[in-house]
């Protein structure tokens, strides 16, 4: 079975400070993605990566970066967290990059106050 | 502009009834389609997905039906049980230039009631 393990389930952080979410597969997949999750807007895709040290952006990338160092991890990094970044952040991963199928971790709830 | 458009934000439905979720979509450029569900505090679970050369695609209690000329799918579930009560969230595939993508609907929250 597919896992994908995400660092915190539930996370506090104050404005302006800086937040990383950690996101780990243990399939050897190849793409990776992070979404966030908002009442009435679904999944939006922030960022995502195709292999190690590659990255693309998303729909909303604005207020985040990313960092793959390793084929196994994906991390979200929020430079510098504002109230409307509090959400639902979900990791993903795919096998290839004709797949199709994404496989999600549980999510981390981030509450910026 | 939303490509994935989910109008129904919330569905009840009687046990043992038939459940339909609609989704509609834009982009002509989506060659697969997915239906994902997601129980609060879980990350969404695969559940079905059609290509869209075919119309309809069936696993046990799910279908799922694709109308390319009214750019339209739909899901039934049949029949409903309580245990299907959950976000449902329809999702359409596009081949990227580095990886394939998928993009969301907003979800149905579905109520099987006993």
């Known amino acids: 079975d597919v896992k994908v393990t995400q660092s915190s389930r539930y996370l506090v952080k104050r404005t302006g400070e800086k937040v990383f979410l950690e996101c780990v597969q243990d399939?050897?997949?190849?793409?990776m993605f992070w979404y966030r999750q908002d009442p009435g807007l679904g999944l939006r895709l922030i960022y995502f990566?195709?292999?190690?040290?590659?990255?693309e952006k998303g729909d909303i990338p604005e207020g985040y970066s990313v960092s793959r160092e390793k084929k196994e991890r994906f991390s979200l990094i929020l430079e510098s967290a504002s109230t409307n970044q509090t959400s639902m952040y979900l990791c993903?991963?795919?096998?290839?990059?004709?797949?199709?199928?994404?496989?999600f971790g549980p999510g981390t709830r981030l509450t910026v106050t | 502009d939303q490509q994935v458009k989910q109008n129904s934000p919330s569905l009840s439905v009687q046990e043992g009834r038939i459940s339909i979720l609609n989704c509609d979509y834009t982009n002509s450029m989506f060659d697969y389609f997915l239906w994902y569900k997601k129980y609060p505090a879980e990350g969404p679970t695969f559940l079905i997905s059609i290509s869209s050369i075919k119309d309809k695609n069936e696993d046990g209690r799910f279908t799922v039906f694709l109308n390319k000329s009214a750019k339209h799918l739909s899901l039934h579930i049949v029949p409903s049980q309580p245990g299907d009560s959950a976000v449902y969230f329809c999702?359409?595939?596009?081949?990227?230039?580095?990886?394939?993508?998928?993009?969301f609907g907003s979800g149905t929250q579905l109520t099987v009631l006993p």
């Open positions: 993903a991963s795919s096998a290839r990059r004709v797949s199709y199928e994404q496989y």
């Open positions: 399939m050897d997949h190849e793409n």
């Open positions: 999702a359409a595939s596009s081949a990227g230039r580095s990886a394939r993508q998928l993009t």
């Open positions: 990566s195709y292999d190690v040290k590659m990255k």
